[in-house]
């Protein structure tokens, strides 16, 4: 006899899963292994058909929080240049630690608008490990663009 109770049904299915959770796991992925292409029509079929409604839905995400829609984008760009390794969002908010929350060069305080930068940048082949990475106001990083950082020090007078 099924259970019309909603909330019993819950705790029943949820017992269940824990009781099993290893093998729905290991049915899961093979039923997915073996229907991958199905998959992937279904996904983009979903996207094409939902696709007004996926942009609003992104715009409001992006807009909540943008931070990690520009981490994503800067990590395919370093992906795209060929460069070697990543950072996480721990790393960023260890380097914003670091530097006091407080511009790299100009030293203003950092609010969310803060700006990722690589010191060397990747297009002079620096790296997109968490030690070429400093958080910079956006006017530093838009000024900045992709110098040698001892040529834009020297450029904002922090250099000699």
């Given at each position: 006899m099924p259970i019309t109770d909603p909330?019993?049904?819950?705790?029943?299915?949820?017992?269940?899963?824990?009781?099993?959770?290893?093998?729905?796991?290991?049915r899961?992925?093979?039923?997915y292994a073996q229907h991958r292409e199905k998959g992937r029509e279904?996904?983009?079929?979903?996207?094409?058909n939902n696709l007004n409604r996926l942009?609003?839905?992104?715009?409001?995400?992006?807009?909540?929080?943008?931070q990690p829609w520009k981490r994503r984008a800067a990590l395919r760009k370093a992906r795209k240049r060929g460069a070697e390794g990543s950072y996480t969002a721990a790393d960023i908010r260890?380097?914003?630690?670091?530097?006091?929350?407080?511009?790299?060069?100009?030293?203003?305080?950092?609010?969310?608008?803060?700006?990722?930068?690589?010191?060397?940048?990747?297009s002079k082949g620096g790296s997109n490990w968490p030690a070429n990475i400093q958080l910079l106001c956006e006017r530093c990083n838009l000024s900045k663009h992709a110098a040698d950082p001892l040529v834009y020090a020297r450029r904002i007078g922090r250099l000699l």
């Open positions: 909330e019993r049904k819950r705790a029943t299915d949820a017992a269940y899963y824990r009781a099993n959770a290893e093998k729905i796991r290991r899961s992925a093979d039923y279904d996904r983009r079929n979903y996207r094409l942009r609003q839905y992104d715009a409001e995400r992006y807009e909540a929080d943008p260890r380097i914003q630690k670091q530097q006091r929350g407080r511009c790299a060069y100009c030293k203003t305080k950092l609010g969310p608008d803060r700006h990722i930068d690589h010191i060397v940048p990747l």
